[in-house]
């Protein structure tokens, strides 16, 4: 496969290392009651859908840069790569 | 119909005219006890240990192509219990010991050959690790032995021992895991669960999983509504789908394996080998092909077929381990897809919804569990209570904190 | 007489000037230049070359190409032993020794053949029937015997002494194929000045221009060809790759292709490359492969394809025989006698299936609506039997018989990708379905368009389609002219009303009656047909058999062949060696090598070394006078415990933290606190997956305020750092705070033992007190050594001794070595391996590797307070959950009772008297090593209820090794429990 890098271009996939749905981005906090719950479904359960796929890959053999792909499970065709950080920002992560 | 040689014999000389169907082609009926979705390895094991072993009457086993045609028709054909944790190993034991007495049980020769598998190791902890699993398999029963170095050798004195990256230190040895004739494991099931009046309906697709206050009432299916008293679902690979339908989610990614098949040589190597230090684990089949594969590609995948960093890898292994191999030409390759589940453990369990049961999350290694998961899911489905030997394959075991992992990976499905 | 090639014909691709010798089956022969290993034996009239897997049926060739089923031979060439070699691929070359296979004691007589007698027997599926009693008998008796029928060539246990190549190329079009559609596509891309790649399998470029007689532009084909490989080869844009098999088709355009080298190629070239082509669009220009007919008896040696015979004699201008019939349902048997007579061959009759065919001027007699019922010839057909349309009988006296069932498109790399091929009536043939592929385009026969013009304006059409796609522009350019005659064909599959087999399957000895069988049983789809006969499970994977086999069950279900369908096409196209897939990274370069910084110094010194993933680290130093490694190990750890002992532990994961919020950021990393970590001083730190389960565990340095340097374990250096850049990217991007590993960046040694501070005296700069007072257990700060070379110095204790690792840039590693080895020898300055590292760190109760093993707690490691709760830090809500927080295995302590034997790890901790069951394990042993300090075997382990069976004796259980050795549980501090040591 062929990852289009928002900053390098096209990358042969073999350059990265794959984590899996994106959702994990959105850590829930701790902190906060119900904690256990919300962590335990952000751990463990997942949509694994057959066709569309928000999902992270790391550029290992890269810049680092964690990657969020969007890819077609079926077809494996990517239609759109984002900077990690940049969708977490956007997602207001951490905040 | 009952096989021997003695009706070979006839058959031949009286020119074949006699051989019937191995499984009938019937037309659904409008409900069933018990509908098992997935016409594999397990969902048709699951119907004949209902059968056969739990009297079960009105089942039927719906597929949505031709039986057999999922990763049971694709997988590199291993047995074996060599597993280390308590929630596995008696599991995996009481499977191998099914697979011993198979062609009894079935009236069908599906080649169980216990040829021996042997895990490489190539440091001193993965040699500690090995005892440790070694040990855990004696004391459940089932054989295991740590041989050194020499010893590997004098077995199969072609691995690499001279030339290697990453020495040979010494193996475990399973002498009774082998290799399974694969499509025949799902006909011979077929045969044996249609012999005693289960319905297998092929070509027959699950659209819907029908509920009504939290109870399962039956499926829908391109031929049309089947009512369930109980719907067992064994579908790998499709198990997130299918469940979906149920509104349920999973502790479950689905990921591609391929796996290989060299052109046919004469004998060569015996038994089923597993390098340790690279992907790699190799067998010869009874045809002479060696039949091989490696680690999941790695990314979250329906799609049947993988990619070439991955052959390259495996190859790298196969060279790296065994340097004749390069000469072997690699004839097909394929890709299956593999519930990879959270701990990369199996489930065997009861579902948030009354009659729907869940059976899957195989990883890559359902193939070896087929008898031992049919007798569970055939227990769980008529008794509604947990087989013995798999009360720790629950769906809330990651909410408790009750992970099953040989591996220590962790939730990250593509690792194990 | 070696010159003597009896059935050699005038003209062809050969050059006659350059005759090459070359052995068979223990026999000398020559051909020319130009001759495959095929075309050779034909020339030279050789017929039999092997025998069929299951009835070891005798067989020659069928095909002139890469489907051949029956003709493969073992090659030796030096060393380099290769079976199952398609004779119809091997380029001829001078020495080349090549054997038949599958046969013993001959390939003329073949002991094995009885099988084919018993015969009714082994019908398709027979072993799942039979073989079941008695049960031990399998394994024992039945299954030997199949075994050793197993498999066509011998593998040779010796390596493989050939070299392999891997390589990587770029394109806007890959072409694959160099028939007329092929150089066409090709012509018209690089005209366009795309960067084109031209691949075809064939040594000679041309596809059936090289076989054919065929006319373009009004010239024989051959000169138009000649032109267009000459412009096609001034193109500087355009790469043309013979002897390469494009085998498979990836994501995005990524194609694998094989390139076999020359026979004239240098020894130290690469035997084979193996190719990943990264292409922006690809035209599928492979051709076709004609199918036989299935008649009884149609494998005898001498019945052949069709095409394949006028390629014989066309191109090699070698006979397979004097007088030849041909067997047709389509008009390609007519070119087949046209051109075989006009090389001066004797047509002896053509048997067309179709009452309607055309007329036959060629041959000596034409029968239309007839069909060849029956052959005969042991070694080689000597007769044929025809069934006239009026349902008379004529046998028909010929050497050959040329077959044609029809041609399939090779197709299959439009169909690898799970989109089956569809079925065309109208060319009799499964046919690419549209848009299977991504960026491909099929053109020519491959798409069923079989004419050599549509060939050629297919191949300009795929190219310019391809090319618009890109936004390149193409200039018009004249279409040579050519024939374009229709398909005409009637399908016709097998010959039915007869007892006698018919061979759909050569190799695998599958024929009509196995597929019928199989449908009588109830195996009905297409895959489980192909799974219970083994039909289309050859070396072939089916090319001549599969669609013949569709056809005879669509004709024995009255199913249409469209609803009948295909197996799924999988890569590789034709069979790639394992070996081309590794390339060179086997044996030593299986994997990188990582050397630490002071690997020569090592080497000088003594070392035995030891893998550590990627790394090799001194596992310890032999010291003259020393003849068993545990001698120099207690050497070592005797010397870090009483005087200084030096350890390049630079394969430890070191992470650059830096940043306003660097602080806060490992604060969530690691479950303890690290907030309020003073500068200048080092904490002990463990880090918990997201699951709570213990990930790793290192020190964490806070150089500054904004400047930490956190260390990990070796083996989790790369996840470690993973794990913490997806903290920083994607959990809390807000944060103020960059990473980077440096982990080769710095030599890191570590200084150990009592006269520690006294060595580094000596080499740190004299500015920097080192006095306990000044730099106490756990400071760390930047200092200078040796005169001003800047290095960080920490005070950390892995051994419990008064320790310190001390870092400088990597490149000083091995002189900094060297000179605190020069400035400590009247102090015992020791260097030590990782053996002795693994002592001293299971003397201080310290986990490692076999303690963190995915699978541990933090309270399992004793480390449960750590955990803190006044905080969200990764893992530590879930590590609360009941399966994880219940207080089960503990690590502790053992020692043997009897104060000597060795404790194995990996053995299970069980009570006094208990039996030798798994219910009875309370634990297990994670690591053990041989103390010199306690003089004594000693063990770390999990076990439950720790605390509460300090003094107990236990029981070490080895199953494997025979072994049940008393133990008694003590502290895991086995060394100065206290830590006082550490601390002076």
Redesign the interface.
């Known amino acids: 496969?062929?990852i289009p890098h928002p900053l390098l271009g096209p990358r042969?996939?073999?350059e990265f290392?794959?984590?899996?749905?994106a959702s994990?981005?959105q850590?829930p906090?701790?902190?906060a009651e119900g904690?256990?719950d919300a962590?335990?479904n952000?751990?463990?359960?997942?949509?694994?859908?057959?066709g569309e796929?928000r999902?992270?890959w790391?550029h290992?053999q890269g810049d680092?840069?964690?990657l969020v792909v969007t890819?077609n499970?079926?077809?494996?065709?990517?239609t759109q790569v984002e900077?990690?950080?940049d969708v977490?920002?956007a997602l207001g992560?951490?905040? | 119909m009952r096989y021997s040689g003695f009706r070979v014999i006839r058959e031949a000389v009286t020119g074949h005219k006699g051989w019937v169907p191995v499984w009938r082609d019937p037309e659904p009926q409008p409900s069933y006890d018990i509908v098992i979705v997935g016409g594999g390895g397990h969902g048709l094991a699951t119907a004949h240990y209902l059968a056969s072993r739990y009297g079960a009457a009105r089942v039927a086993v719906i597929e949505k192509g031709w039986i057999g045609g999922g990763n049971v028709g694709r997988n590199t054909t291993i047995i074996r219990s060599n597993y280390m944790l308590d929630g596995n190993e008696p599991f995996y034991e009481m499977s191998l010991k099914l697979w011993e007495g198979l062609e009894q049980d079935l009236n069908y020769n599906a080649m169980v050959s216990q040829r021996g598998i042997l895990n490489l190791c190539h440091s001193d902890g993965q040699r500690d690790a090995y005892r440790l699993r070694g040990n855990a398999m004696r004391l459940h029963g089932a054989d295991a032995e740590l041989l050194g170095p020499g010893e590997v050798r004098a077995m199969y004195p072609f691995l690499n021992f001279d030339d290697a990256r990453f020495p040979i230190k010494g193996g475990l040895l399973q002498r009774r895991g082998g290799t399974v004739r694969h499509d025949a494991v799902a006909w011979g099931y077929a045969r044996a669960a249609d012999s005693r009046g289960v319905d297998i309906i092929q070509n027959c697709e699950v659209t819907g999983l029908r509920v009504e206050d939290g109870r399962v009432l039956g499926v829908d299916t391109s031929r049309g509504f089947i009512g369930a008293g109980k719907v067992g679902v064994a579908v790998a690979g499709n198990s997130s789908r299918v469940m979906a339908m149920a509104g349920l989610r999973l502790p479950i990614e689905s990921h591609v394996l391929q796996a290989f098949v060299s052109e046919g040589l004469k004998p060569v190597l015996d038994g089923v080998i597993t390098y340790g230090a690279g992907h790699f684990y190799v067998s010869q089949s009874d045809k002479g092909g060696l039949v091989f594969g490696g680690d999941i590609d790695g990314y979250n995948s329906y799609a049947q077929r993988g990619n070439l960093p991955t052959v390259e890898d495996v190859c790298e292994g196969g060279l790296s381990l065994m340097p004749m191999v390069g000469q072997a030409r690699l004839l097909r390759m394929w890709g299956g897809i593999m519930d990879m589940s959270m701990d990369g453990s199996p489930i065997i369990d009861r579902t948030p919804v009354e009659g729907l049961y869940f059976n899957g999350g195989w990883c890559y290694g359902g193939f070896k569990a087929t008898p031992a998961s049919g007798l569970a899911f055939a227990h769980l489905l008529a008794t509604d209570t947990p087989h013995e030997t798999a009360t720790a394959y629950r769906l809330d075991r990651f909410r408790n904190g009750r992970m099953i992992d040989e591996k220590g990976m962790g939730a990250t499905p593509n690792l194990h | 007489m070696t010159g003597l090639q009896k059935k050699r014909l005038n003209g062809g691709l050969i050059d006659r000037s350059q005759p090459i010798d070359f052995t068979f089956d223990g026999e000398s022969y020559t051909g020319f230049a130009g001759d495959t290993l095929a075309s050779a034996l034909v020339a030279n009239d050789v017929a039999l070359l092997g025998r069929s897997f299951k009835y070891h049926r005798p067989r020659g060739l069928i095909a002139s190409g890469s489907e051949e089923p029956n003709a493969l031979v073992t090659l030796s060439r030096g060393a380099a032993v290769t079976p199952n070699t398609r004779a119809t691929m091997v380029e001829l070359e001078a020495g080349l020794t090549a054997a038949p296979q599958n046969a013993w004691p001959s390939v003329r007589f073949d002991a094995m053949a009885v099988n084919d007698v018993l015969a009714p027997f082994l019908t398709a599926g027979f072993y799942y029937k039979t073989f079941m009693w008695p049960r031990a008998f399998w394994e024992k008796l039945y299954e030997p015997a199949i075994r050793r029928a197993a498999g066509l060539g011998r593998l040779s246990t010796a390596p493989d002494p050939d070299l392999y190549d891997r390589g990587f190329l770029h394109c806007d079009l890959l072409v694959v194929g160099a028939g007329p559609a092929g150089l066409m596509a090709a012509l018209t891309a690089g005209r366009a000045g795309a960067r084109v790649i031209l691949a075809d399998e064939d040594f000679a470029l041309g596809g059936r221009l090289n076989a054919e007689t065929l006319v373009i532009d009004d010239a024989p084909a051959s000169v138009w060809l000649a032109t267009a490989l000459a412009e096609l080869a001034s193109l500087p844009n355009v790469r043309t790759l013979s002897r390469t098999t494009v085998f498979g088709v990836f994501d995005h355009g990524i194609y694998g292709a094989v390139e076999m080298g020359a026979p004239t190629a240098k020894d130290h070239a690469p035997r084979q490359t193996l190719w990943r082509i990264y292409s922006k669009s690809c035209t599928v220009c492979a051709g076709a492969t004609e199918r036989p007919i299935a008649f009884p008896d149609n494998d005898r040696p001498g019945i052949m394809l069709a095409g394949a015979a006028r390629t014989y004699v066309n191109r090699w201008a070698a006979a397979p025989a004097q007088r030849i019939a041909v067997f047709t349902n389509n008009d390609d048997g007519h070119r087949t006698a046209a051109d075989l007579a006009a090389k001066g061959l004797t047509i002896a009759a053509l048997i067309d299936t179709r009452a309607n065919a055309p007329d036959c001027t060629d041959a000596n007699e034409t029968f239309k609506g007839a069909q060849v019922i029956a052959s005969e010839g042991r070694l080689r057909l000597k007769n044929i039997m025809v069934r006239t349309a009026s349902g008379g009988r004529r046998q028909i006296s010929c050497g050959a018989l040329a077959v044609s069932g029809g041609w399939n498109p090779n197709l299959h790399l439009s169909a690898q990708q799970r989109t089956r091929p569809v079925w065309n009536d109208a060319v009799a043939a499964f046919v690419p379905a549209p848009d299977a592929v991504a960026g491909q385009r099929l053109a020519g026969a491959a798409a069923g368009d079989f004419s050599t013009a549509g060939a050629l304006s297919g191949g300009v059409n795929a190219a310019r389609a391809a090319l618009a796609d890109l936004d390149i522009k193409v200039k018009h350019s004249k279409l040579p002219k050519a024939d374009d005659a229709p398909t005409r064909i009637t399908p016709f599959w097998y010959v039915s009303g007869t007892k006698r087999r018919a061979w759909l399957d050569f190799q695998n000895d599958v024929t009509v009656k196995d597929v019928a069988l199989a449908q009588a049983e109830g195996f009905r789809s297409v895959e489980h047909v192909k799974r219970y006969t083994t039909l289309g499970m050859a070396t072939d994977q089916g090319r001549t058999a599969s669609t013949n086999a569709i056809g005879v069950m669509a004709a024995l279900t009255g199913q249409d062949i469209a609803q009948t369908g295909t197996t799924m096409f999988r890569p590789p196209y034709t069979p790639v060696s394992m070996g081309a897939f590794a390339g060179r990274s086997r044996g030593k370069h299986f994997r990188p090598t990582r050397r630490t910084p002071t690997h020569t110094f090592a080497e000088a010194n003594g070392a035995t070394f030891v893998e550590v993933g990627q790394w090799l680290r001194a596992q310890w130093f032999t010291q003259s006078g020393e003849t068993h490694w545990r001698q120099s190990v207690d050497r070592e750890v005797r010397a870090v415990r009483n005087d200084v002992g030096l350890c390049d532990v630079t394969t430890l994961g070191k992470i650059d933290v830096q940043g306003v919020d660097a602080a806060a950021f490992l604060n969530r990393i690691y479950c303890n606190g690290m907030a309020k970590l003073p500068v200048g001083r080092v904490r002990y730190g463990l880090m918990l997956r997201e699951d709570g389960i213990a990930m790793d565990d290192g020190t964490a340095a806070r150089l500054g305020e904004d400047h930490f340097v956190v260390t990990t374990t070796t083996a989790n250096a790369g996840a470690v750092y993973r794990h913490m850049e997806f903290a920083r990217q994607c959990l809390w991007p807000d944060m103020d705070v960059q990473l980077i590993s440096t982990t080769d960046a710095w030599a890191q040694i570590a200084v150990a033992g009592p006269k520690a501070r006294k060595l580094l005296q000596r080499i740190v700069d004299p500015a920097h007190d080192l006095s306990n007072g000044a730099f106490p257990f756990m400071a760390c700060a930047p200092v200078t050594v040796c005169g001003g070379l800047r290095a960080r110095l920490f005070r950390i204790s892995f051994s419990g001794e008064l320790a310190y690792e001390i870092a400088v840039p990597a490149r000083y590693g091995d002189a900094l070595m060297h000179e605190m080895m020069a400035q400590g020898q009247d102090l015992g300055a020791t260097p030590y391996g990782t053996e002795a590292l693994g002592v001293l760190r299971i003397e201080k109760g310290h986990a490692a590797g076999n303690e963190l093993n995915g699978r541990t707690t933090a309270a399992m490691l004793g480390l449960g307070r750590m955990v803190s709760t006044a905080k969200d830090s990764i893992g530590a809500v879930l590590s609360r959950r009941a399966g994880l927080a219940e207080d089960t295995h503990r690590l502790t302590g053992f020692v043997p009772v009897d104060g000597v034997t060795p404790i194995p790890g990996g053995a299970h901790l069980m009570r006094e008297g208990a039996r030798q069951i798994a219910e009875n394990t309370l634990g297990w042993i994670s690591s053990a090593a041989f103390s010199p300090t306690l003089n004594s075997p000693i063990a770390l382990g999990f076990v439950t209820l720790a605390d509460a069976r300090k003094g107990q004796t236990l029981r070490a259980v080895s199953p494997v090794d025979g072994l049940d050795i008393p133990v008694r549980v003590v502290s895991p501090h086995f060394v100065d429990p206290e830590g006082g040591r550490q601390r002076d």
Do not use: K
Request: glycine fraction near 6%.
């Open positions: 496969m062929i042969d996939a073999q290392t794959y984590l899996g749905d994990m981005i850590r906090d701790g902190t904690a256990e962590l335990f952000y751990v463990y359960m997942r949509d694994n859908p057959a796929h999902e992270l790391y290992e680092r840069s964690w890819r499970t079926v077809t494996h065709e990517i900077l990690a950080r977490a920002l992560c951490g905040a």
